[in-house]
């Protein structure tokens, strides 16, 4: 069975470049650094949207029959983003309440 990295490889990489943005946009806002924060947790939104993207790009080549195998690298990829959307909803979460006790 040959593996097609080309499916599943972009997921992971937006998916994983949100999650390292998400928490470094939250470790500014521990910092109390609002407007690196807010650009931070920008990029790591436009990352997520790419992976959302390129998801959605992978679901709708099922939906029209052009079938791309679905094998555990792309659900491990699936779960990838999954788990970006959490971490950039848990930082902003988190990050208001850093921002909120502002000193």
Request: with cysteine; charged share 20%; hydrophobic share 45%.
């Amino acid at each position: 069975m040959a593996i097609d990295i080309e499916v599943f490889m972009p997921l992971i990489t937006e998916a994983s470049q949100a999650k390292t943005l998400a928490y470094q946009a939250l470790g500014l806002a521990k910092e109390q650094d609002v407007q690196g924060y807010e650009a931070g947790i920008a990029d790591a939104k436009q990352h997520l949207i790419a992976a959302h993207k390129k998801q959605t790009e992978l679901l709708q080549l099922n939906s029209r029959e052009q079938q791309t195998d679905i094998n555990i690298y792309v659900i491990h990829a699936m779960d990838h983003v999954t788990n970006a959307q959490m971490i950039c909803d848990m930082a902003q979460e988190l990050a208001e309440l850093h921002l909120k006790n502002k000193s």
